[in-house]
């Protein structure tokens, strides 16, 4: 086993892939951030400012894979004897091969339910048979972050268990799995979805949308909160609980919600240790000890941030949807249907943050009112009722020890904008969102502000005393997740 | 969120925190005037923060090439005394056949006339400049090394933090809702944050200019109209990469650089409107991947971060409009720059700021006469792009 396996993986599907000229054992079909982990190694690329960075945090991951550069080494699947090597964010193939294109695929459907976790499936559950429905999932697995899961869930139990049965599906679902949405666009007869599966441009037609879209890990702000071996949440879930590999020997987990982590350490046994308040990380090319507030020293080779989840408002603003702020967070304003606006619908932890039963029969309702503005029967009052017992969670704003840090090494954004890079400019007396984000850059790059724009807001909301729901917030534009040009370059 | 408090009074006030507005202000300020500007959301929200950056001299006729010259000089100059970016990185039109060439040679002729340096080059040195380029089709291109790019975010606050500094009012958050005249005099102006006293109006809002011309009661014809136009934005790459704004019109119309953050920047002929609707469209996100893929093939591999649309606020001659109203005392428009309001911005501050204190100008505002439209006198189109 390499020294991070958790589990012997099939012997028939042993490889070997060559990272940086040197050989590694990985195994065919895994993703090649985990077979570099299981190896025990974190550091796969560099920022343009020459920070090294691993895949489980923020940022992009461009490797060059046989020879050709900026390829998205996150997604990248092992393939026997693949030869990767680390670039800088800001390398590009100049000399490119230029290829036919595919063609694009085309579907007509009643509803396209984009994300297929809890929500998107209860949403499928109560409308399919009855429409026709395209199940978008970015993805390659449904269930979302329930399927992440390995402890039983309130409601469900088993999580898998529940997910197998949940996906189920009847004839006129059709399933897309890996497969990345776009945005949503009005065409006023419908809504035009494109979306990307493996450089192929696939156009959606819907009568209605459901964005259940989903939930991001918060990212915590401390000195080199972007070294390789610092994971989300998520990420950390995923190697675990997917490929059955570990975070590290020992791990750190912090944040205000380490109970979303610790449970599925305790299941596999590995070792670790709850630090509520990180101020630093320190190492080479991977992490060698945390230190916190207090300054104590913790001798950890990963740190998983459990700071709680935000709902992702950008599907939302990018399909028109305005946000508020409540419960320490940002979230949809919907109407008594739970739409955004007409014809597009929100479920789930992209509503608000809340078990994952809940946010089943979140997905349960707006499939119900969806089925009612077709003329089908329905019984939306039904999921009204369950989901009164489930207060959605409060998640605490933390006040950011803005003085205490070094802020040149706390990254607020994964593309190189440190927080004393935004910090100066508040300082300066700026203290509009809008002009900052175009001031840093913050909100700006590859994530348009996905996992920064909270963070940014904090900041202003704690240095100008402005309350967060004042804040005049920057809407996503399309894509909402990066695209290849040469995706939607072709014309037919 | 609302910021600084409506003044009571000021001798001048500017509508509209563009980019046009607040380098008015700056000039005004800086000449010893009294001048406050309204923005209705925060500065540069309008048309500035959403422009291609570029800033050229190559126009068509004499009027536009002399302001662009004085535009240049005060961009270079600026950017050099308050610190911002503005590169002289040139602009490189891409000529395709012979009737390019030769409306180019004309545009060249009479750039040369007022020292501008354009000059017509080959392919081969075209590819010299920017060798990520695909010159299998070019058959010449106009260039010239002192055209150039600036940051609209960073020249922005920088003009509008030195306005301040010189005396000028900046407030934002605030909506103009109507004019208060007596006797065809302006007395002051109702806000949605209290009234302001005032006595010169000067009407910087580009895209809204019939709105506020209207709450003026201006009935002289002055067509603006607004039109969406999108841009968008690559994964920053190599500085360097490509350096100038390129220009295509065989290719959609097409313009495209590298920021100074690193993304290729740019947008094609894809106009809708007149709307002041302003969501971004899958259809420019496939127009312009289409184009730019054309013309440099290396960007096919590039992630591209988002698109955004804003305002070509536009004239029938694409010429903007400047210049007193005589109907009302005092009223100044300063908008309709069809697309070249960043780029000519220093300069018309100059002009308008010459037109307010000394009731004339050397810079050529009388190419820009607001009554060219009623009296049917229209100039011939500008020479205009994305």
Request: include cysteine.
């Amino acid at each position: 086993m390499r020294p991070l396996d958790l589990t012997e993986k099939n012997p028939s599907k042993k490889v070997t892939i060559y990272f940086d000229g040197k050989p590694y054992e990985a195994y065919e079909g895994e993703k090649f951030p985990v077979a570099m982990l299981a190896n025990g190694l974190y550091w796969l690329t560099t920022s343009t400012e020459g920070r090294r960075r691993g895949a489980f945090t923020f940022g992009p991951v461009p490797v060059k894979v046989n020879g050709v550069k900026n390829i998205n080494g996150r997604k990248l699947v092992v393939k026997d004897s693949m030869r990767v090597e680390r670039q800088r964010y800001d390398e590009f193939q100049e000399q490119i091969e230029i290829d036919e294109g595919k063609p694009i695929l085309r579907y007509v459907v009643d509803v396209a339910v984009i994300g297929a976790g809890p929500a998107g499936l209860g949403a499928v559950e109560e409308i399919g048979g009855k429409l026709t429905v395209a199940l978008i999932e970015e993805r390659s697995w449904l269930g979302g972050d329930m399927w992440l899961k390995g402890v039983e869930q309130e409601g469900f139990g088993n999580p898998r268990e529940a997910i197998e049965k949940l996906t189920n599906f009847p004839k006129n679902v059709r399933v897309f799995l890996k497969t990345t949405t776009l945005g949503v666009f009005d065409k006023g007869e419908y809504f035009l979805v494109p979306a990307v599966r493996n450089d192929q441009l696939i156009e959606f037609m819907a009568k209605r949308v459901v964005l259940a879209t989903g939930a991001v890990d918060s990212i915590m702000l401390f000195e080199n909160n972007d070294w390789p071996g610092v994971f989300r949440r998520s990420d950390a879930l995923e190697v675990i609980n997917v490929w059955n590999v570990a975070p590290g020997k020992r791990v750190a987990v912090t944040g205000a919600f380490p109970e979303e982590i610790t449970p599925e350490l305790d299941r596999w046994g590995i070792e670790y240790v709850v630090v509520p308040n990180p101020r630093r990380v320190e190492g080479e090319d991977r992490i060698e000890r945390l230190i916190d507030e207090n300054g104590n020293v913790y001798e950890v080779d990963a740190v998983i941030m459990a700071d709680g989840r935000i709902p992702d408002i950008n599907p939302i603003t990018q399909a028109g949807g305005k946000v508020y702020f409540k419960r320490g967070y940002y979230r949809p304003v919907l109407d008594a249907n739970h739409r955004i606006r007409d014809g597009i619908f929100v479920a789930g932890s992209a509503v608000s943050i809340k078990p994952h039963y809940a946010n089943y029969l979140e997905g349960k309702l707006v499939g119900a009112y969806i089925l009612r503005e077709f003329g089908l029967e329905a019984e939306p009052c039904i999921y009204e009722e369950k989901l009164r017992d489930y207060e959605p969670v409060a998640r605490p704003i933390s006040k950011l020890p803005l003085d205490g840090f070094s802020s040149e090494d706390v990254q607020i954004c994964g593309c190189g904008v440190t927080l004393k890079k935004v910090d100066d400019v508040v300082k300066s007396g700026i203290t509009d969102l809008q002009i900052i984000k175009r001031l840093t850059h913050l909100a700006m790059g590859f994530c348009q502000g996905r996992f920064c724009l909270f963070n940014g807001a904090l900041l202003v909301s704690q240095r100008s005393g402005t309350p967060m729901d004042r804040l005049d917030i920057p809407v996503a534009r399309p894509p909402i997740k990066n695209v290849k040009m040469k995706v939607v370059a072709g014309r037919d | 969120m609302p910021t600084k408090k409506l003044p009571e009074r000021s001798e001048i006030t500017v509508i509209g925190g563009g980019i046009v507005g607040v380098t008015i202000a700056h000039e005004l300020a800086k000449r010893g005037e009294e001048v406050t500007v309204i923005e209705k959301r925060f500065i540069g929200s309008g048309s500035t923060f959403r422009c291609g950056t570029g800033i050229r001299q190559q126009f068509n006729d004499e009027a536009n090439v002399q302001t662009m010259k004085r535009s240049v000089e005060l961009w270079k100059r600026y950017s050099e005394e308050y610190d911002f970016p503005f590169e002289q990185t040139g602009y490189l039109f891409l000529l395709y056949d012979d009737d390019e060439v030769k409306a180019f040679k004309r545009n060249i002729a009479i750039q040369n006339r007022f020292g501008i340096p354009t000059r017509l080059i080959t392919p081969e040195e075209a590819k010299e400049i920017v060798p990520l380029l695909d010159i299998s089709e070019v058959v010449a291109a106009s260039w010239n090394p002192t055209d150039g790019k600036a940051s609209p975010f960073h020249s922005t606050a920088k003009f509008a933090l030195h306005a301040e500094e010189f005396g000028a009012k900046l407030v934002e958050y605030t909506e103009v809702k109507d004019f208060i005249v007596e006797n065809g005099e302006i007395k002051g102006l109702k806000t949605s944050r209290g009234t302001i006293k005032t006595g010169i109006v000067i009407n910087a809002t580009n895209a809204w200019t019939k709105l506020i011309n209207a709450m003026a009661g201006i009935r002289t014809k002055i067509p603006i109209e607004p039109y969406k136009h999108q841009a968008v934005i690559t994964q920053p790459i190599k500085q360097g990469s490509v350096k100038p704004m390129v220009i295509s019109f065989r290719y959609g119309h097409a313009y495209l650089t590298q920021t100074a953050h690193g993304g290729i920047i740019g947008g094609v002929g894809y106009e809708e409107g007149p709307t002041y609707d302003l969501t971004p469209t899958y259809e420019f996100m496939r127009e312009v991947s289409y184009y730019f893929t054309r013309i440099i093939p290396a960007l096919r591999e590039l992630l591209i971060l988002r698109t955004w649309a804003g305002y070509y606020a536009k004239t029938p001659d694409s010429n903007p409009v400047i210049g007193k109203i005589e109907e009302l005392s005092d009223y100044y428009i300063a908008a309709g720059f069809s697309g070249h309001g960043f780029m000519m911005a220093l300069a018309v501050a100059e002009m308008v700021a010459d037109l307010v204190t000394k009731g004339r100008t050397d810079l050529p505002a009388w190419w820009y006469d607001p009554y060219r439209f009623e009296r049917g006198e229209l100039r011939g189109r500008a020479l205009q792009m994305g």
